[in-house]
């Protein structure tokens, strides 16, 4: 009988009677049990009671305790996860797993009046690449920015795999600020990672492509395709990226996979796995084999070394040469010049994680069976000796991996993702066999295996890549839910499975649905780390930070024409608009200038005009810009899409567009 | 002490041991008080321990309890939210509250594919109105489809406030289906509401507009401006809207509201409620009060009485006129042959909900202290007797407030929607006071108020919209969420409570934030109500229900070039697509017909090209077709978008598009 098993048999009663209420105790425990087995359990409305009514277990009652947060209680931790093809992020609460927001990132968001006509437009367009206007992402692996190794809480960074961009999220106000679009690659995967302060966000590229995306067959693929890892510079007192200080480091045609930053020891390093040192590329029509199975003949794969900080001292002496106006270091400067070295790793890896301590690198190979540690001082020496096993065919050094290892743990088949807690351990997923495996990092020993439902991809854990893991909670992210929830239809959700790790077993408490894109990676963050804003100071552009030259005060709201050019100064407060009549000509330019007067939290207001496809969300002292032709002569009705008093539906006007000759 | 304390005090023991252990339960309590007192819980880990470790109150673990939905486990019932701005539905699971998946609808949800190159792409541009595209909703209220007044689990209806727009989404995949776009409006509200048999979906004006749209000068307001109820047909058997069966009822310019069909002995007839029959249209800039004041200033606004099978009929016997194509009858019929009688309601309602057995149509008054209880055998009567108080400015004949209700009763400040338990008892939102109010419909007497937090819209409860509720649960949409949960900057969650209703005191239990735009109205529904399907049959094109003609059979996959023009027949299965090499010419327009081979469920692909804003999601057995013309040069690698095998990053490939002059 367990111990929870017995206390809710006995209720509390067993943990305060102490020995002098033994007797009672046991006599108690046998009526339990009678009732037990006759089926009844009484009148009263007792935990035994709510458990059968819902067919709960013991288990069940202590996952529940664990994870709910009542009524007006906060949750401890924040999750920031990656919305996958939805392109947002979605902002989670640990340990409810609670949905506090998705953050318009890639894709416009209306609700956050992203993307629908006030300066967020910029934005967006920003991460357009060549004819097509991009509007949507693969967003693939958020980090927060770091000081010393741990999360800072002010800055979110994210990639898009689909068209290789990389967006800056203020967590100030939790909004997208900035969306830098990658001119070299095709698509990226191994980013945004982050280095222990934050200097540079990396993206590496996934699929090669001649680095421009320039055309050339794939005949050329050897000769003409390559990666690239990309160090875009971070400038945190503009709070921007800034790319004329970002440089790319040129890599053979691997396909380049996960990367993570050196900490501590190993700072001024980044590591990055590849799969398909095959060089396949397919041609199923032509009855060749598929990339999967092209890409699967070697047992080893490469794990790429670049010291990125001498990498930065050559771009700075020139060595760079410029691609689509991005300075990229060439493979043979990198090669000589001991910025990238190649070393084994098992086959088909997607799992690169720096340890807590720096001092190593855990890789895990789908098609293996291993954790695998990399010593990062073994791999430090052997490159100042210059102690290669040999060369790739790019003339790239290769370091012997027997000799740049720890050693291996056999955890289960499968494994992608490793992540820490606070007593040494490491926690992998095992996407093959459906397992979190849990082994000691400094014994090399595997501890537990626990079953997640089902296929786990990455997996986070509390702090858990930072110098300080804290412990406590680990989330299995599981690509399938096949029989977990009430059915949707064919698009299934994921499920992200909460398992607490403070015990000695680890425990699995929750399955939360994720029913809005795939997310890919994630981190959690204590949530006292976090200091978002309430409202904004008057008159506040949020991309500027500053007050808007075209802020309204209240009292001062006007309508001006200059030929066919109307200037809208306007101003929202509960619950009216100033002006709420505007009145234009077909064919005039509109710009409406529209500052919220409210500066109390939580009094949001929104501004929509009928079919024009405007929507911008206000949050108290927020100014927004909006910019409209008059092309369609008619009545629009303009009004405030938040519900923010009791007279909010009356929180109305209109626009109304003369048609010519009228 | 009430009895979950006693029985957390005492643990399951006073209700097993009988009589013969009252001994040992004074004892037990006695050293339960004082263990409290010396806050020594014992080592064990029993609920008090867990309740102490998170502070947890015995409120605290019943709500726990009552919510928690074990790993594997599934909810009881289905919510669909609307998403407000964000122009989805919500679709959550109840105890649990979790988000299950949110739909697109209106606005473009790339991980559905929904809005990016496939066949969604049509639905979306039959949303469009006019020149500017229109890609978010303001979406308001879902309705269920309804079979004899029950919910039918099959179809789910929403509209579009700031458009004018209705969407069908088919819930046996749960995806959007159809869009129509309402050409006489500038906005909508009342919507999108079905008559017990799902014969019409109602749909009706917000703020008046010439109807069509065309200019008309404010100063013309009373004269020119104009409401509208469209009873957009619903064929059932092709599973869409019809809309050369549908038509309008023409309003006056009493800004309409909300709408509710009858049911039962009131099926035939519906109800819109209205605010601003002041005829209020600001000024704000010249110094006239804003709307909100000029709309409230009568004590009554006007309960909108529609007789809507005299109205078919009349549409039928030519007495409409058309309207931008649409059939509108005018308010001169309506007024004249009884399709529309108005009767006072409180000032400024937002609520108006025919009761569970079709009796009688309770109404709130923001502005008022009451629910409002016409009674429709009253209304029918003196309809038929033609006993009016007057008529409008209109000729519209009004009904005396006083000969039409069954009575009113107080509630509190801000009334607005009212939903019904399975006991006879209502449940009303009051949004100023932010409660919920239970009053009995039978006795027409408050019963009790709950406190929510803070400042609720509106209401739902189990199927409590039906001719036969479940009781069980009632969830208030709370507005404002200022001190409930984690700061994620400015822009604040809203604020779902779920509420026990089964006691015979309300109960809350949880929490939930909306950070995904702000629901406005929702329906919960049975699970096994519903049946969606799990995969498709091969080669479904999900928008005809059929195989789609250019579907592609494993082995039958091709390029085909004919001129300028190339059609790829492809197909995807773990882990591959074939083709996976895509070469063509600039200039050229291609035609992707891809078919997903895989018949197992949750085993969904994806399917994008780098930098053509293409992203398909290809759930098992799906097709979909995509066109794009190759206008850039270069390399866009292409790859499968969802983990969907250990090898799913090696599902890829890419597209060639070898320059002009190459």
Redesign the interface.
Known sequence: MS??K?????????????S??L??EN??AK??A??QNSGN???????????AA?H??E??????????????K??EY?IFAS?????QIL?M?VPS??????IGVF???????YG?GGGSNKVLADGN??????????VHHPNLSETNGDYDGQFLFVNDK???RVAVVD?????TKQIVANPLV??D?GGAFVDPNTNYVIETS??P??LG??????SAYKDK?RGVAVFWKFDRQKKRIDPSQSFGVELPPY?Q?LADAGKLGSDGWAFINS??TELA?????QGKP???SG??QNDMDYLHIIDWKKAEALVKAGKAVTIKGMKVLPLAVSGAEGVLTLVGEPK?P?GCDVTPDGTAIVVGG??DTHATVFEFSKIKQLIADKKYEGKDAYGIPILAFKEAIRGQVEIGL?PLHTVFDDKGNAYTSV??ESKVAKWSLKDMKLIEKLPV?Y?I?HIMAAEGDTVSPDGKYVVAMN???????????????QNF?LIDITGDKMR???????????P?YSQMIK?DK?H?????AAGTNIYTGERDPNAVEGGK???VRNGTTVDVYMTAIR???????I?VNEGDTVNIHITSLETA??T?H?F?I????I?L?L????HENVTFVA???????M?C????S??H??????V????KG?
Chains 1, 2 share one sequence.
């Open positions: 111990i929870l017995r206390a809710l048999a006995l209720g509390v009663m067993a943990t305060v009677v102490g002098a209420g007797a009672c006599k108690a009526e339990f009678k009732s359990l009484g009148a009263s409305a007792s935990v035994k009671q709510l458990m819902r709960l277990t288990s069940d009652v202590e996952a529940a305790l664990k994870t709910f947060v009542p009524p007006g906060r949750d924040m919305g996958g093809q939805s392109g902002v609460g797993m609670r949905l506090l927001k998705v894709t416009p968001e209306p609700w956050q009046g629908y690449q060549g004819k097509q206007a991009i509007s949507w992402a693969d689909a068209n290789g967590l100030e106000d939790f909004s095709g698509s995967h996934q699929y492509t001649p995306r320039d055309y050339a067959p794939l395709y396909t996979d799969f398909n590329i397919g041609g199923t029509l598929p990339i999967e890409a699967s088909s997607h789908k098609l499968g996407f093959i439902h296929n991809g690509k399938m839910s096949i029989d977990r929830f009430t059915g949707v239809g064919p698009l299934y959700p499975q699995l408490l929750s399955d939360t649905p994720i029913g809005i894109g795939e890919h949530i976090l978002p804003r309430q409202t904004y709201e006007r309508i619950s009216h608009f100033v002006p709420d009549q009145e939290e939580d949001t929104g929509t009928n079919m024009h496809n929507d969300s949050e108290p002292g927020k092309d369609t002569p008619g009545v629009f009705p009004y899409t938040e519900f923010c009791a007279l539906l009356e929180m109305a006007g209109y109304l567009v003369k048609p009228a």
